[in-house]
């Protein structure tokens, strides 16, 4: 017999994933940008020149996903591509003035959630969560993102 779903430590992750994106979702709404494209614009702050591949890997998408989000970025006057010096075929992308100004708000927007959620548990519990969905990633065959003051992940 199968497990029912309050029993299913996935379900649960689910249900926690689909809360904090919804909550991410509300604080962005007034810079007209959604999720994926917070982390995209995210991920360029953090390390410009990016390939429109490296990006999907980065923010966990398919590439034609990343093409339509970098598209939409790029009309919206948020994010510069140009040719890879010497790999003409490839794309680098870059944020605009405009792009940088918008992901340091959107940003303290979205740091009021995750502090919100951090606050609901002391330092020592944070660190077992995290240790626990460590442990779940290595049960599912893949290894743990290494931190640096927080999670190397691009996930939710």
Do not use: W
């Not at 609901?120 to 599912?140: I, K, M, N, P, Q």
Request: charged share 25%.
């Amino acid at each position: 017999m199968s497990l029912p779903a309050h029993e299913r430590i996935g379900h649960h992750i689910r249900r926690v994933e689909q809360e904090l994106v919804s909550a991410k979702h509300s604080v962005l709404r007034p810079f007209k940008v959604n999720v994926p494209q917070y982390y995209v614009l995210l991920a360029l702050s953090q390390e410009s020149g990016l390939s429109g591949a490296a990006l999907a890997r980065r923010c966990m998408v398919t590439p034609q996903t990343m093409s339509s989000v970098l598209a939409t970025l790029e009309n919206r006057g948020l994010v510069e591509r140009t040719p890879h010096p010497r790999h003409h075929h490839v794309l680098e992308s870059r944020l605009t003035p405009t792009g940088r100004s918008l992901i340091d708000e959107a940003d303290a927007a979205v740091a009021e959630v995750e502090e919100r959620l951090s606050a609901a548990f002391s330092e020592e519990e944070t660190g077992c969560l995290l240790a626990a969905l460590d442990r779940c990633l290595v049960a599912l065959g893949e290894p743990p993102a290494r931190r640096s003051g927080g999670t190397s992940r691009g996930g939710a």
